[in-house]
């Protein structure tokens, strides 16, 4: 058994055995391979960026690229899950799911205005604010004019799975009766979300504090016109 000594003149990476070693050594690199396409295709494009670009910027071969992604859309595939990962984790605090709308129904049942004004105004700080994924869809929006892919990730991203969730998540409250029962689950969703995606572009714009007031109204409104009359 080694002595307190011997452990301590060790170096942090001895006290970790070679293949436990490699393996946050390979994680280091890969977010470090994310982080640098990030910032190159926000300053050169999609198109514009090379994997020999993102080798040279974290300092490895062309070839170990491939080590941990398979081509640059794979790249930019990982760019948005891990965007994901970081919109959950910006939400768990608020106790709210935002894989499936069928996994936020039971938040969402008999909410109060000033509860999901709180999510409300949460979420659209984190779209606005959150260094990388705010990055991410100005990057997607700009490239969406160049790039048939880039638009339909834009699309998929920002549009069509809110669309998605937003649509899951009225079909679940309308069958349990939170909101008047003549309403169909995807114009509710659009409802919904269309005047924040407006707001987004607004905030985004450089008036993001009429932006809040607008989104303060608009879900008041909502309330007001689609709620079920007992609520």
Request: proline share 3%; aromatic share 8%; glycine share 8%.
């Amino acid at each position: 058994m080694e002595s307190e000594r011997s452990l301590a003149s060790r170096t942090g990476d001895d006290l970790f055995p070679p293949g436990h070693r490699e393996q946050r050594t390979s994680a280091s690199t890969r977010d470090s391979l994310l982080d640098a396409a990030l910032d190159q295709f926000s300053r050169t494009g999609y198109r514009g960026t090379s994997i020999r670009d993102l080798a040279r910027a974290v300092g490895i071969r062309e070839s170990s690229v491939y080590k941990h992604f398979a081509s640059k859309q794979a790249i930019f595939d990982a760019l948005i899950k891990r965007a994901d990962e970081r919109l959950a984790a910006a939400t768990a605090p608020l106790g709210i799911a935002v894989s499936t709308g069928g996994e936020a129904a039971g938040a969402y049942r008999g909410i109060s205005e000033e509860r999901l004004l709180q999510i409300a105004r949460s979420m659209f700080g984190f779209v606005l604010h959150d260094q990388e994924f705010a990055r991410l869809r100005r990057l997607l929006a700009i490239e969406r004019y160049h790039d048939a892919g880039a638009s339909a990730r834009f699309r998929d991203y920002f549009i069509g799975r809110p669309l998605a969730f937003q649509t899951d998540l009225f079909r679940r409250l309308l069958a349990s009766g939170e909101f008047r029962d003549d309403l169909d689950p995807e114009q509710t969703a659009l409802a919904f979300f269309g005047p924040i995606h407006l707001l987004v572009d607004l905030a985004d714009g450089g008036d993001e504090q009429e932006a809040l007031r607008l989104l303060t109204g608009h879900v008041r409104h909502f309330r007001q016109t689609h709620l079920a009359e007992d609520r």
